[in-house]
């Protein structure tokens, strides 16, 4: 079956070693129908480490690439190794994708290879969003994970969702944008209902923050923001897509691989926002000069 270039997001997932790069392609599969389960990385039986000594060592060497169907776009999601050793892979799947998904830990916040391929990442001007991973791991902080992004790249970063809670209190995620709550499930895919009036403060206070970056995504969001005080739904979808696919905001996601909650959010928000290859080049910046790759 033809697809349209309209119809593709090519996206990589990148990001520090034990992030859950992998896990996240595995939910992603899992959610689409592709795979009746998603598997651990230390069961061996992940999709994108299938190489002998990726089983055995338990991480990604090679870039694999899975492609599967989301609400009528399809997507080729491209899982990289996540150590400086193999930081080739890594640069193969920028040139070949027009996205990309930073996994950060939600216990440390930017880490070292973080760093690095965000330089990587600004060099070829391409946009990216950031997933929050391990929500219910001990130590896991939502705030302070996403303060530390902020602080280390001075990025406008947007939070599209945020948890219901922190650690062992962990009980899936909130979604902005369409101000409904996802439960974790643990064993199936997340359930879908009201949020919970106990966040509603916490809810108030992210989504000011959303809305003032979508806001920045175009000139007359702005002005109607500085007039009304707020904006509309639509007016904050355009937003973020305008300012995503021009490389002028982070969204930001979060959530857990190992119990597969924050999947449903992300897989909409690349499907409505993620830019299609049509019209999209690759190149390098450097000193101000653009080079064509």
Same mark, same amino acid.
């Given at each position: 079956?033809?697809?349209?270039?309209?119809?593709?997001?090519?996206? &990589?997932?990148?990001?520090?070693?034990?992030? +859950?790069?992998?896990?996240?392609? =595995?939910?992603?599969?899992?959610?689409? *129908?592709?795979?009746?389960? /998603?598997?651990?990385?230390?069961? +061996?039986?992940?999709?994108?480490?299938?190489? =002998?000594?990726?089983?055995?060592?338990?991480?990604?060497?090679?870039?694999?690439?899975?492609?599967?169907? @989301?609400?009528?776009?399809?997507?080729?999601?491209?899982?990289?190794?996540?150590?400086?050793? #193999?930081?080739?892979?890594?640069?193969?799947?920028?040139? /070949?994708?027009?996205?990309?998904?930073?996994?950060?830990?939600?216990? %440390?916040?930017?880490?070292?290879?973080?760093?690095?391929? @965000?330089?990587?990442?600004?060099?070829?001007?391409?946009?990216?969003?950031?997933?929050?991973?391990?929500? %219910?791991?001990?130590?896991?902080?939502?705030?302070?994970?996403?303060?530390?992004?902020?602080?280390?790249?001075? /990025?406008?970063?947007?939070?599209?969702?945020?948890?219901? *809670? %922190?650690? $062992?209190?962990?009980?899936?995620?909130?979604?902005?944008?369409?101000?409904?709550?996802? #439960?974790?499930?643990?064993?199936?895919? =997340?359930?879908?209902?009201?949020?919970?009036? $106990?966040?509603?403060?916490?809810?108030?206070?992210?989504?000011?923050?959303?809305?003032?970056? &979508?806001?920045? *995504?175009?000139? %007359?969001?702005? $002005?109607?923001?500085?007039?009304?005080?707020?904006?509309?739904?639509?007016?904050?979808?355009? +937003?973020?897509?305008? *300012?995503?696919?021009?490389?002028?905001?982070?969204?930001? #996601?979060?959530?857990?691989?190992?119990?597969?909650?924050?999947?449903?959010?992300?897989?909409? #928000?690349?499907?409505?926002?993620?830019?299609?290859? /049509?019209?999209?080049?690759?190149?390098?910046?450097?000193?101000?000069?653009?080079?064509?790759?």
């Amino acid at each position: 079956m033809s697809v349209s270039s309209t119809e593709l997001r090519n996206v &990589a997932i990148v990001g520090h070693n034990g992030t +859950g790069k992998t896990s996240l392609l =595995e939910q992603m599969l899992f959610y689409s *129908g592709v795979i009746s389960r /998603a598997e651990s990385v230390e069961s +061996g039986k992940t999709v994108s480490d299938y190489t =002998e000594e990726e089983i055995s060592r338990k991480i990604s060497i090679h870039t694999s690439l899975a492609s599967f169907t @989301w609400d009528d776009k399809t997507f080729t999601v491209l899982d990289t190794p996540g150590t400086a050793d #193999f930081i080739g892979e890594v640069i193969l799947a920028f040139r /070949a994708c027009e996205s990309a998904i930073v996994t950060v830990d939600a216990r %440390d916040g930017a880490q070292i290879e973080t760093i690095k391929l @965000w330089r990587r990442l600004n060099e070829r001007n391409k946009p990216r969003a950031v997933f929050i991973n391990k929500m %219910d791991r001990e130590r896991a902080a939502f705030s302070s994970a996403f303060d530390h992004l902020k602080e280390q790249f001075h /990025a406008t970063f947007v939070p599209v969702t945020i948890p219901m *809670g %922190d650690a $062992e209190n962990f009980k899936g995620v909130i979604n902005l944008i369409e101000k409904q709550a996802y #439960f974790s499930t643990l064993n199936g895919k =997340e359930t879908v209902g009201p949020i919970p009036a $106990e966040y509603n403060d916490l809810v108030e206070e992210y989504t000011v923050l959303l809305v003032e970056a &979508a806001a920045e *995504g175009a000139d %007359d969001l702005m $002005e109607k923001y500085f007039d009304a005080g707020t904006l509309e739904v639509d007016d904050i979808r355009r +937003g973020l897509r305008e *300012g995503f696919k021009e490389n002028r905001l982070v969204p930001a #996601f979060c959530g857990s691989t190992a119990q597969g909650s924050g999947i449903t959010s992300l897989l909409t #928000f690349i499907r409505n926002n993620f830019p299609s290859p /049509a019209g999209c080049r690759d190149y390098i910046i450097r000193e101000n000069v653009e080079s064509e790759i």
